[in-house]
């Protein structure tokens, strides 16, 4: 079975410029959350998406926003970039949900805001 | 905040020897869980402990959980090189619809 598919695996962006990251989960996986890694504040939650719905959301601007579509598929967007925008941005899957279940991470898309 | 956190923030050890690292946390759980990650990449799930078990093994892993004092402790027996990595503790929240919080992490480094 695959894992947890995250693109792009680097990316490199200017302040001011918005970003979109992909995440494909494991296949008859629903929910999608979404994490910021950074060296200071460790795994940040950002949000949480069960069935196209957001289900649960962290305590980020609204620069930051996400979706999930029909095929569980979820992308992140991270509008007006700012410097502390960089970060190594995880996401996970579950089947049902985040509740008495282990999360299955991708390995990131590595965001560089210059 | 149900944030756990770890303790030590960073450990060295020898191979072959066994590597403690300890997670408190703030408010009543319903499970706590334990990832590792190595450098760059992303978490991957070791042990499930919810809130009415005690201790949990699972190969050199072995997990405890006190919720009286909001703590549990990860023991990795016999240490190998490839152990290195940093190890996080999450909890959720006690009711379902909660996000998973994670703690900063204990950085081990097992020398050979």
């Known amino acids: 079975k695959a894992g947890v598919t995250q693109t792009p695996r680097y990316l490199i962006k200017t302040r001011g410029q918005q970003v979109t990251l992909s995440c494909s989960p494991i296949?008859?996986?629903?929910?999608v959350s979404w994490y910021q890694q950074t060296p200071g504040q460790g795994l940040q939650f950002l949000f949480e998406y069960f069935s196209e719905t957001q289900r649960n959301k962290g305590n980020f601007p609204g620069r930051f926003s996400g979706r999930q579509f029909s095929n569980s598929r979820s992308e992140m967007n991270v509008s007006t970039l700012e410097l502390g925008d960089s970060a190594l941005y995880l996401c996970?899957?579950?089947?049902?949900?985040?509740?008495?279940?282990?999360?299955?991470f991708g390995n990131g898309t590595r965001l560089t805001v210059t | 905040s149900q944030q756990g956190e770890e303790d030590p923030q960073a450990l060295s050890i020898q191979e072959g020897e066994n590597a403690t690292m300890n997670c408190s946390y703030k408010t009543s759980i319903n499970n706590l869980q334990w990832y590792r990650q190595n450098s760059g990449r992303g978490l991957v799930h070791l042990i499930l402990?919810?809130?009415?078990?005690r201790e949990k093994h699972s190969g050199r892993l072995r997990v405890t959980l006190d919720t009286s004092k909001k703590s549990s402790s990860l023991l990795i027996t016999a240490s190998r090189a490839a152990d290195t990595a940093s190890y996080f503790c999450a909890t959720d929240g006690n009711q379902a619809g909660t996000a998973l919080i994670f703690g900063k992490g204990t950085t081990l480094s097992v020398s050979s």
């Open positions: 996970a899957s579950t089947k049902q949900g985040t509740f008495n279940s282990p999360l299955h």
């Open positions: 402990i919810r809130s009415n078990e």
């Open positions: 296949s008859g996986h629903r929910s």
